[in-house]
Every structure is written in structure tokens, then in C-alpha cells.
């Protein structure tokens, strides 16, 4: 009886103390993670031309990207980012050019520049669509890894060209084998609505191939690019502004330097949030040629960011990302974003969830920072206006091309005379009304006055139009 008791005391003891090392491992974890800006789409001089003279066709370095790897990881740094993910497109052969070009000139890159965390990935040419963001997690096979995804199921890998590889089954054929990988890629859908034709008039991407891809690997296929890239397109070398769409939107543009799919109310973004489903959004560079150089992009980090509330490590960055911990801005608008949901002695932040009982007194504090330097354009912009956007969560919908959620509303528009001065934050306090169905709320802000973002117009100004979006909370009614 005594040993039995000692066992059963010492298995009892080490159980709590376990349990206790975890918990404070958790809150030490947690207490380390800070706002950490980057970009999820950047190409390099591996995103080749090809010679069509030869067969195969032969990669030409820098034929299409110009910038060698390590270039774009000091101008990241100089641009205040804290990580990045080099994304080279493909095509014939190209899961080559990747494993043994691409590959190498990333590890002197980490080496030169190690204050940027640098992710080895690519920008897949994605089977049955557009392209998308595909990161790597950090492992000591990571190269091998990226290249078993390219060499198998990129669309634009094989010569001669096989069709049969270009079809949104083959997508979810690939999503299954990066399920059976031990430390899984995320996927990020990149410029999704570039190909549409109008507003809700979708192209290469629809809603229903995006529900398709977060149902077979919701860890794996977890948002899109709100923002796009070459957000330069309008500026000339000589800082001049030139006939192009912003975003490279040549048939439907951007609102607010967005997506349609993000930046409409109660759009498709809305849509997919109404279900419950955890997909986030990101912003990016695109960057491959200055746009003082002639080319129609922003340096990575220079005008887009994707802030991620994470350590500074490879591990915590990426779990970010797949959490959603993370909010978007352009034109350094803001540089911090805290969202605190309080209801029934719990709490929830950006990329969270809450559970609360029906007619609960529910607080959302939002806090953020404006820059204190100039932007890269010589500005100093401030915010002119929060939105606290909530909708319903309803569940799954019925029609898989759903592209709207009609519940979801602009609940309250904060001005500055509403938010308080604590240190170097603005605060806003703000008390939902008693929810009886579960719900979501998100945060968007601009520098402008335009109540819902706009078509943007052929040749503007990308830095007078400035807005970021949070990620959304999501609070569920028990």
C-alpha cells in the first residue's frame, strides 16, 4: 500500500509539474512574441526566362526577377522586415533550378543577413489556377521538400506541357501528399481576383475551389493575399505617375490597393468567415523589378506588410501564419494592432476564437501605433478613421460558390475624437450589443474618407489611398 501510494503520489506530482512546465512555457511564449513585419512573396533572379530554342527549354538566370537573393533580403532589412519567404515561380524543369541554384544562394543569404528570417519556398503555379505563396517550414530537408512538391505537381514543371497537370483536382492531390509530410507547407493564394472580369465575376480563382482547398487541408490551405503586389505599377522611375493599374489589375481593379475578394463588404472574405472558417488574409510585394528601375513593384517591405504576432524564429513565425495572428497595412499606415475580445472572464485576440453565453456583455479594446518615422515615400500618414465590421457565423452554405454574407455590417466608424491618447497608442473601448448567434468582428482603418473602399483609379497615387485590415475573432455563442 505505502509503495503503491508513493507511485501513485510521484506519477500525481510529476503530471501536475508537467502540466505547470507546459502552462508556463505557454505564457513565456507568449509574452516573447511581438509584432514581427514580413512578406510572403518575393522572386529572385531564379524566377527565370526561358530559351525556347532549345528542348528543353533552357532557364534564363534573371530573365524575368532580376535580384539575387541576398539583395532582397538587405533591402527587406532596410525596409524594417523581420522575416521573408524567397518565391520563385516555375516552369519547364524549373524544380531544378530551385534545388540546386535557388536553394544554395538562400543559405549565404541567411548567412549575410541573418537578422531577416528567411523562408525557403516557391510561388507555385498552382494546378487548376492562378499562383500561390507555398512556405516551407524550416527543417534540415526542407530543400527536398519543396522540390518533391514542384517536381510532382507545379503545374508548369513538365516538358512538353501536360494539361492533365492544370486541373483543380491535382491541387487537392497535392494538398494530400503535403499532408503526409511531417512538418507542413502552408499555402497562400496569391493576386486572386487578377483574372476576374468584374466585380464577383471570377477568373482563375473561385470561392467554391477555395472552400475545396480549406476542407482538404485547413492547416495546409489557410487564406489569400488581401493586398497584392506590384502595387508600384502607376509610378515612373521618375516618380511621376503613369496610365497602369494598381496591383497590375489590368481588367477588374483593386479597392483601396485590395482584392475584391477581401475588400468588399460582406464579399467572399465574409463569406468564408460566416462559415467559421479560419482563413486569413496577408499582404505582399510581388517584387522582381524596381519600380526605379522601370519595373512595377515596391521593394519587400517598402510599401506592403504582413505583420505576424510571433518570436523571432522560423517555428512561431509560421505558426503565426497558420493561427492567423497577423493584420496587414500599406504605406506603413500603422505598425501595431491589438484586438482584445473580453466576455465572461475570457479573452480572445486577433486570429482567436472566444466563448461566451447568449446576451453576454462582451468589450472589444482595439489599441494600434502609427509610426513614429516617415514612411518610404517621405510621409508621415495617420489614421482617419476605424471600422468594427461583425458578422454572423452560420455555418456551412449550401451553394459552394456563395461569394457574400448578408449579415455582416460596419457595426461602428471610430474618428479621432473617439479614441483616447495612452502612451504611444490610440485606444478605442467599445461594448457590443448582446449577441444571441455566433459571430465574428474584424478591424479596418484608412488615412481617407471614403466610407467603403473604391475601384481604384488607372495612374493614382498608391500613397494617398493607404488602409490596413485585421484578421478576424471569432465569438462563439454556447
Do not use: C
Request: aromatic share 10%; hydrophobic share 35%; proline share 7%.
Amino acid at each position: 500500500m505505502i509503495n503503491t501510494f508513493y507511485s501513485f503520489s510521484f506519477i500525481t506530482l510529476i503530471t501536475i509539474l508537467t502540466a505547470t512546465s507546459v502552462d508556463l512555457k505557454a505564457m513565456q511564449q507568449e509574452s516573447e512574441r511581438k509584432w514581427l513585419a514580413g512578406d510572403h512573396h518575393i522572386h529572385s533572379r531564379y524566377s527565370v526566362g526561358w530559351d525556347n530554342d532549345s528542348t528543353p527549354p533552357s532557364p534564363i538566370i534573371a530573365g524575368d526577377a532580376i535580384y539575387p537573393i541576398p539583395m532582397n533580403a538587405l533591402m527587406a532589412k532596410r525596409y524594417g522586415l523581420s522575416w521573408m519567404v524567397s518565391t520563385d515561380h516555375g516552369g519547364p524543369n524549373h524544380s531544378k533550378v530551385n534545388l540546386e541554384l535557388a536553394y544554395p544562394e538562400l543559405l549565404s543569404s541567411r548567412e549575410a543577413v541573418p537578422e531577416v528570417i528567411q523562408f525557403y519556398g516557391m510561388e507555385f503555379d498552382t494546378p487548376g489556377a492562378d499562383h500561390s505563396s507555398l512556405i516551407i517550414p524550416h527543417t534540415h530537408d526542407e530543400s527536398e521538400r519543396l522540390y518533391d512538391i514542384e517536381s510532382q505537381f507545379n503545374k508548369r514543371e513538365p516538358f512538353p506541357r501536360d494539361r492533365s497537370w492544370d486541373t483543380e483536382p491535382r491541387m487537392l492531390e497535392a494538398l494530400d501528399f503535403m499532408k503526409t509530410m511531417e512538418s507542413r507547407p502552408v499555402v497562400i493564394a496569391n493576386h486572386p481576383s487578377r483574372s476576374a472580369e468584374g466585380l464577383g465575376e471570377y477568373g482563375l480563382y473561385d470561392p467554391a475551389e477555395f472552400r475545396d482547398w480549406n476542407d482538404k487541408a485547413p492547416d495546409i490551405a489557410v487564406g489569400m493575399a488581401g493586398a497584392p503586389g506590384h502595387q508600384a505599377a502607376t509610378i515612373s522611375p521618375d516618380s511621376s505617375f503613369r496610365e497602369r493599374p494598381r496591383g497590375s489589375y489590368g481588367r477588374f481593379p483593386t479597392m483601396g490597393g485590395f482584392d475584391q475578394m477581401t475588400a468588399r463588404l460582406g464579399g467572399l472574405w465574409d463569406s468564408m468567415l460566416g462559415e467559421g472558417r479560419r482563413w486569413w488574409i496577408t499582404a505582399n510585394s510581388d517584387s522582381h523589378v524596381h519600380w526605379k528601375e522601370g519595373g512595377a513593384d515596391f521593394w519587400p517591405g517598402e510599401y506592403s506588410k504582413t505583420y505576424v504576432y510571433a518570436q523571432k524564429n522560423h517555428d512561431d513565425i509560421l505558426n503565426g501564419i497558420r493561427e492567423g495572428r497577423v493584420f496587414v497595412t500599406l504605406g506603413d499606415l500603422i505598425s501595431e494592432l491589438y484586438i482584445t475580445v473580453e466576455g465572461g472572464h475570457h479573452t480572445a485576440e486577433i486570429g482567436g476564437a472566444i466563448h461566451v453565453s447568449p446576451g453576454q456583455d462582451i468589450e472589444v479594446t482595439i489599441r494600434f501605433k502609427e509610426p513614429e518615422s516617415e514612411n518610404a515615400w517621405g510621409q508621415k500618414p495617420s489614421v482617419s478613421r476605424v471600422d468594427l465590421i461583425i458578422g454572423e457565423v452560420s455555418g456551412p452554405v449550401t451553394d459552394r460558390d456563395t461569394d457574400s454574407n448578408p449579415s455582416t455590417k460596419v457595426l461602428q466608424r471610430f474618428y479621432p475624437e473617439d479614441w483616447k491618447e495612452e502612451k504611444a497608442y490610440k485606444v478605442i473601448r467599445f461594448t457590443l450589443p448582446k449577441l444571441n448567434n455566433s459571430s465574428y468582428i474584424r478591424i479596418r482603418g484608412t488615412n481617407g474618407v471614403e466610407l467603403e473602399p473604391e475601384v481604384d483609379e488607372i495612374g493614382e497615387n498608391p500613397w494617398a489611398d493607404l488602409w490596413f485590415y485585421s484578421n478576424p475573432i471569432f465569438i462563439e455563442i454556447d
